[in-house]
T-cell receptor, first 110, second 113 residues
Framework: GIQVEQSPPDLILQEGANSTLRCNFS?????LQWFHQNPWGQLINLFY???GTKQNGRLSATTVATERYSLLYISSSQTTDSGVYFC????????????FGEGTQLTVNP | KAGVTQTPRYLIKTRGQQVTLSCSPI?????VSWYQQTPGQGLQFLFE???????NKGNFPGRFSGRQFSNSRSEMNVSTLELGDSALYLC????????????FGPGTRLLVL
């Protein structure tokens, strides 16, 4: 099946710093989503981005489908950005809906 | 529009029992998917239902089953519970069956003793 790798696994920042999270995937995909998992476990949608670039406030994402990777940028980080960030991909013929990476644990210190 | 809801939110069972979890999708959504999250295995796809038909199934034993009703609400059942079934079970919905944003519910935390 399709493999999804996220890096780094852990990231510790000071408030106000910028960061880049990476997601590599092993095959062409039809869909890619970024999520933030809050401390209570709920997955919050950040981006649906099978290709191209999108921005939402301090967050932006870029997917280069031909090179099989996606990047999530967080600028001017805040303590509320802490949590786990997941990348998930979908391939129509995979027999699965979303296949998740292992996540990046982000800690933003005040 | 109300989000995806899951009941119950927390559950404690003992080995050998069975459990049924419920998921109500966003109004108008016809696809419901289930995922299991554990510290060791991460987030794994269980199965997906679309218009009352199972569309895909992940690599889980037959003890894990599900169904979808005509109003798109879905239930999953786990029979003969094992300690390793302790997990956060997440449900997601979308309007179409693929290539579309999935929206997740708050999850059900199951503890098997």
């Amino acid at each position: 099946g399709i493999q999804v790798e996220q890096s780094p696994p852990d990231l510790i920042l000071q408030e106000g710093a910028n960061s880049t999270l990476r997601c590599n995937f092993s095959d062409s995909v039809n869909n890619l989503q970024w999520f933030h998992q809050n401390p209570w476990g709920q997955l919050i949608n950040l981006f649906y981005i099978p290709s191209g670039t999108k921005q939402n406030g301090r967050l932006s994402a870029t997917t280069v489908a031909t090179e099989r990777y996606s990047l999530l940028y967080i600028s001017s980080s805040q303590t509320t950005d802490s949590g786990v960030y997941f990348c998930a991909v979908e391939k129509e013929t995979s027999g699965s809906r979303l296949t998740f990476g292992e996540g990046t644990q982000l800690t933003v210190n005040p | 529009k109300a989000g995806v809801t899951q009941t119950p939110r927390y559950l404690i069972k003992t080995r050998g029992q069975q459990v049924t979890l419920s998921c109500s999708p966003i109004s108008g959504h016809r696809s419901v998917s289930w995922y299991q999250q554990t510290p060791g295995q991460g987030l794994q796809f269980l199965f997906e239902y679309f218009s009352e038909t199972q569309r895909n199934k992940g690599n889980f034993p037959g003890r894990f089953s599900g169904r979808q009703f005509s109003n798109s609400r879905s239930e999953m059942n786990v029979s003969t519970l094992e300690l390793g079934d302790s997990a956060l079970y997440l449900c997601a919905s979308s309007w179409r069956a693929w290539q579309e944003t999935q929206y997740f519910g708050p999850g059900t935390r199951l503890l098997v003793l």
